[in-house]
T-cell receptor, first 113, second 112 residues
Framework: DAGITQSPRHKVTETGTPVTLRCHQT?????MYWYRQDPGHGLRLIHY???????DKGEVSDGYSVSRSKTEDFLLTLESATSSQTSVYFC????????????FGQGTRLTVV | GESVGLHLPTLSVQEGDNSIINCAYS??????FIWYKQESGKGPQFIID?????DKRQGQRVTVLLNKTVKHLSLQIAATQPGDSAVYFC???????????FGKGTHLIIQP
């Protein structure tokens, strides 16, 4: 999986609690992305990063924040989890901003109860 | 593709037959297109890509066709094998948006 590790792989949390998902890469790729995958919607971009401390919003960013303090790590935080954030979350990396393939991690299944 | 999960379009083919999976993309300014395969419990895996200056590209047992006039992309898989069973996503890039914009996927089922 192109040197991408997501943790945890599975998590169950309660509504209103904060949750942080971690993505770690060993490829030294500049760009990192967080997607969520839901039935009926496919994969949708939450946030992305184009360098250390450089991040931007994607299509479905409300309720999420991200941080990238090192090239290899990209964190996704749900400040106060809601049931609508129950989903499978995928991290992806690429070495160019666009017009190139992205490599995906194995995903994190998050359930908010 | 239309939807994932309960409403996921499904294509069922016999083992050994050829499969054609279709995708309509949305942004006429997109200039790069890619097909991913996703097996159950795994992340999407790259299959093949094509740039907008091409209309056909071939890989090993796979061919991607691009029709920019009608904004249509297709993936052809030759001599389908049981290991080809998966959900297939098309994605587009360029046109001013960062990252990849994904279609909703098609579930390919291989009948023995």
């Amino acid at each position: 999986d192109a040197g991408i590790t997501q943790s945890p792989r599975h998590k169950v949390t309660e509504t209103g609690t904060p949750v942080t998902l971690r993505c770690h890469q060993t490829e030294n790729h500049r760009y990192m992305y967080w997607y969520r995958q839901d039935p009926g919607h496919g994969l949708r971009l939450i946030h992305y990063s184009y360098g250390v401390k450089d991040t931007d919003k994607g299509e479905v960013s409300d309720g999420y924040s991200v941080s990238r303090s090192k090239t290899e790590d990209f964190l996704l935080t749900l400040e106060s989890a809601t049931s609508s954030q129950t989903s499978v979350y995928f991290c992806a990396i690429s070495d160019l901003r666009m017009n190139t393939e992205a490599f995906f991690g194995q995903g994190t299944r998050l359930t908010v109860v | 593709g239309e939807s994932v999960g309960l409403h996921l379009p499904t294509l069922s083919v016999q083992e050994g037959d050829n499969s054609i999976i279709n995708c309509a993309y949305s942004n006429s300014a997109s200039d790069y297109f890619i097909w991913y395969k996703q097996e159950s419990g795994k992340g999407p895996q790259f299959i093949i890509d094509i740039r907008s200056n091409m209309d056909k590209r071939q890989g090993q047992r796979v061919t991607v066709l691009l029709n920019k006039t009608v904004k249509h992309l297709s993936l052809q898989i030759a001599a389908t094998q049981p290991g080809d069973s998966a959900v297939y996503f098309c994605a587009e890039s360029g046109g001013g948006a960062d990252g990849l914009t994904f279609g909703k996927g098609t579930h390919l089922i291989i009948q023995p």
